[in-house]
């Protein structure tokens, strides 16, 4: 029986926090721990945590303001035993249940690392109003190996990390992070601890396991570091502001830029002094792709800072007259499409092969509720394959349920 360390990072969002924890002891598995890592500026999330009263639960709070990441190996550094750490935002959710499920896949396999896609919920605090109380159910049951170089190599190319065994929404044996802080005394030398972690995890390790059964789920609220790179509001931006300011900076060929592809490469540039095997990325790559995040992007602001970030990254390695060509072949009447309608109008997206909810009115406000709602709905079963699990009686099931209608679920629910 493995045992897990559920590390949470926090800081003044014990509202949302509240519920996290109740997932986390919403499960039937026994061997893990919740180690909790408080960076906030008052008492208020300690005296809530002190109100569990429950042993599974370890509490520290910091002595000095760290960033996400100084915040995070705080966390790590609790661990004082073997098993595998899986780190989750403080409005996020573990899968209920999902420990068993998760502990029989790493005893099938026997590998050291996996990564897994996620359910969604977008809590009611969302500064997007068309995305709040909105959930997305991923319906895939299986998993797969993948050879971790090879898989780096595709890594560098494509800029997407999402398949990675991140220690965000992903769990990574100790001896991973042993042998990485043989290299250095910390574990994590990046901005993003996601990207770092999966790419330190593949380099020590031939495969790993990729699960599109999801364990976890991502919240998105007011307060996610995620969400706030956004900048709709001054609070937002308050927190990305902070969020940079704090961390650790950004490689001299880089700029913080909002997007995935600049920290990707960000983290390939910081992890080569560690591990010099590490393939490069294309700057070209970088630039074209924070430039198609740029071609859709909603957000003015957003959009502004994308493009002021490219032309320094630009300028910075002699790559502006690419650059320049790019937006110059922006045609004049090009409009933004809009990111969020494959969320906004619900229903069973086939492509993403993912149910999508409005739970306004139904009682569902939380991602404790929401977690219980997908395990009403989907069964805790997980397969070794390669093909899409979805069957023709899971689509029928799946018309039955809208037909039904969520509030019909609602009152089985609660």
Not at 384 to 393: A, K, L, V, W
């Amino acid at each position: 029986m493995n045992k897990f360390f559920i590390v949470i990072p926090t800081k003044d969002k014990e509202d949302t926090l509240y519920w996290t924890l109740q997932t986390c002891l919403d499960q039937d598995y026994t061997n893990y721990e919740i180690i909790i890592s408080d960076d906030s500026t008052s008492e208020n999330t300690g005296n809530m945590v002190k109100k569990f009263n429950n042993p599974k639960i370890r509490y520290f709070k910091t002595t000095m303001h760290l960033s996400l990441a100084g915040n995070l190996e705080n966390g790590i550094n609790q661990v004082t035993e073997d098993g595998f750490v899986i780190f989750i935002g403080d409005d996020d959710a573990l899968l209920q249940n999902g420990l068993s499920i998760l502990n029989k896949v790493l005893n099938d396999t026997g590998l050291y690392a996996i990564g897994w896609k996620l359910h969604k919920y977008f809590w009611p605090s969302h500064v997007k109003k068309s995305m709040r109380n909105r959930g997305m159910i991923c319906l895939d049951s299986n998993y797969r190996i993948f050879n971790s170089k090879q898989k780096l190599k595709s890594v560098a190319q494509t800029l997407d990390y999402t398949q990675l065994p991140c220690i965000y929404h992903g769990a990574i044996h100790t001896n991973i992070i042993k042998q990485k802080k043989r290299k250095a005394k910390t574990f994590i030398h990046c901005l993003s601890p996601d990207v770092y972690t999966g790419i330190v995890a593949c380099c020590e390790t031939s495969h790993y396991i990729y699960s599109n059964f999801p364990f976890s789920i991502t919240g998105h609220s007011q307060k996610s570091t995620g969400t706030s790179s956004y900048q709709a509001t001054p609070e937002q931006k308050r927190i990305w502001n902070e969020y940079l300011k704090s961390s650790i900076p950004f490689h001299p060929t880089l700029e913080p830029c909002p997007g995935t592809a600049v920290t990707v490469t960000d983290a390939f540039l910081k992890i080569k002094q560690f591990y010099p095997f590490v393939p490069n990325v294309d700057l070209k790559d970088t630039i074209y792709k924070s430039y198609d995040t740029y071609l859709n992007m909603d957000e003015p602001e957003n959009a502004k800072a994308i493009k002021e970030a490219l032309i320094k990254i630009a300028t910075k390695n002699n790559l502006s007259p690419y650059l320049e060509k790019l937006f110059k072949n922006i045609p004049s009447d090009y409009k933004v499409p809009n990111p969020n309608e494959h969320y906004e109008k619900g229903g069973y997206k086939e492509d993403h092969n993912e149910l999508c909810f409005d739970f306004t009115g139904t009682g569902i406000d939380n991602v404790y509720n929401f977690n219980q709602f997908i395990r009403k709905l989907i069964p805790n079963e997980i397969e070794e394959c390669s093909i899409n699990p979805i069957q023709s009686n899971w689509k029928k099931y799946i018309y039955r349920f809208f037909i039904s209608g969520i509030h019909k679920i609602k009152k089985k629910l609660f």
